[in-house]
């Protein structure tokens, strides 16, 4: 996520509001993840094929075996009716698990905020403390006007 967080900067593919805050495009990201997705499921799966293919006693008979399991990895369901044999099966799949989990996690995070508007609470906050400093600002200078009129 950090490699991603550092291509949006440099990309300038956010905007940054009046309050200060960087608001991501998040169809872009969104597109880029499934991208990712799509990328490591295809790569990986094919790499377990490849391993799994030769091993006889193996589940994984097809290429859509080999893409249901790192579907599955994942998604972390496992349902146990596809799983690797040999060590590099194992490996990929182990790499999809902890790549694939983060992946989907970012996903759902992603709709998450969409749908329930967790990150506008934290911009509703700033508004609310600038809105603040500006009236306390006001009402100091307010008070010097009344302080300089009572002199005698």
Known sequence: MLIFESVMEKTHLYKVDNFGVKNYNFLVLTCFLFLVM???????????????????????????????????????????????????????????????????????????NRIFGFADTNIKNRELRKQNADIYAKLLELEKKIDEMNKP
Do not use: Q
């Open 38 to 112: 799509a990328c490591l499921t295809l790569s990986l799966g094919h790499v377990t094929y490849i391993f799994e293919i030769e091993n006889a006693n193996s589940p994984v008979k097809t290429y859509g075996d080999a893409i249901w399991l790192m579907v599955m990895s994942a998604s972390t369901i496992g349902f146990g009716d596809v799983y690797p044999i040999t060590t590099m099966g194992r490996i990929a799949v182990y790499t999809m698990f902890l790549l694939g989990v983060g992946t989907l996690g970012t996903l759902g995070a992603i709709f998450a």
